[in-house]
């Protein structure tokens, strides 16, 4: 019996974390997000993409995320397009748009238990933002949520200083 979901710095509109993303120390997480995409949905990415563009998704397609973390911090992904936009304007449009769209949290569909939404108002790498309106989307459909915010200065640290206040809620719902 389920009573209770913790979720802690949900990625849950990749247009608002593509930004974040691009140009980041964190840039891969972003890259593997677009090749997920594009695989998944068999999209070819050969036109959306120039020769590094292409070069840099056929490796991290093989590369563990350290791997990918380290070689591909503070890339700006203007310079892996064909037309030199960033991914996140890719993903705004069609092929992307659509499928964006659909995996965007909080659209229709909550949790069933009682959530407790936790984020940092300074997390480097999914903004505030996604973790703020998840809840209120998720509120104003009659979900029993509530939205933790710490100040922790990194995604790291902020996963750390919210461990307490996710087992208080959790031993909180198991004792009814």
Not at 28 to 35: K, N, P, R, T
């Amino acid at each position: 019996d389920v009573r209770g979901a913790v979720c802690g710095a949900v990625p849950a509109d990749l247009t608002l974390v593509a930004r974040m993303l691009d140009g980041s120390p964190y840039f891969a997480f972003l890259g593997y997000a677009l090749i997920g995409l594009s695989g998944d949905y068999r999209i070819d990415l050969k036109p959306l993409l120039n020769e590094r563009g292409l070069e840099i998704a056929a490796a991290m397609r093989g590369q563990c995320m350290f791997e990918s973390l380290r070689r591909y911090a503070f890339t700006r992904s203007a310079t892996l397009t064909a037309d030199g936009r960033s991914i996140g304007s890719l993903l705004r449009d069609e092929p992307f748009a659509t499928i964006v769209a659909e995996q965007k949290l909080g659209e229709g569909r909550f949790p069933a238990m009682e959530a407790l939404v936790s984020h940092s108002r300074f997390d480097d790498v999914v903004p505030f933002e996604c973790g703020r309106a998840l809840a209120e989307r998720w509120a104003g459909q009659g979900a029993r949520v509530r939205l933790s915010v710490n100040l922790a200065p990194t995604h790291a640290a902020a996963a750390l200083t919210s461990y307490g206040t996710a087992f208080a809620f959790l031993n909180g719902r198991f004792a009814g």
